[in-house]
């Protein structure tokens, strides 16, 4: 099992930048693939960004293709995902949450699905202003 926890969110200016963390525990050796979602009230949720642990491949939204990047540091002792955030719209304004599973692999169309992600983190607010 992983235990997910994000940190990072706060409340900013459009065109802004911010650094989401979310810390890996537990089994973070056994992630397959993991992503960053985002839920904005009345939205479903919405992958943003999908990482696979073995290709190092990376696949964005459209929404945030250009904007967002995802980065990880697994040094000794830590996994821990990042979603460096520049530009941001009031659009971005969500929660914001990590997800990890343990798959070897995925079709592309699975990517960004949340249906895909096993674990998750308890979220954490972005909120721009214009």
């Known amino acids: 099992q992983v235990q997910l926890a994000e940190s990072g969110g706060g409340s900013v200016q459009a065109g802004d930048s911010l650094r989401l963390s979310c810390v890996a525990s537990?089994?973070?050796?056994?992630?397959?693939?993991a992503a960053w979602f985002r839920q904005a009230p009345g939205n479903q949720r919405e992958g943003i960004v999908s990482?696979?642990?073995?290709?190092?491949?990376?696949?964005?939204a459209d929404s945030v293709k250009g904007r967002f990047t995802f980065s990880r540091d697994i040094a000794k002792g830590t996994h821990t995902l990042f979603l460096q955030m520049n530009s941001l719209k009031p659009e971005d304004t969500a929660i914001y949450y990590c997800?990890?599973?343990?798959?070897?692999?995925?079709?592309?169309?699975?990517?960004?699905?949340?249906?895909?992600?096993?674990?998750w983190g308890q979220g954490t607010q972005v909120t721009v202003s214009s």
């Open positions: 997800a990890t599973n343990p798959r070897v692999r995925m079709i592309d169309d699975d990517l960004l699905l949340p249906t895909s992600y096993n674990y």
């Open positions: 537990g089994n973070p050796a056994t992630i397959g693939y």
């Open positions: 990482f696979n642990t073995r290709t190092s491949s990376t696949v964005y």
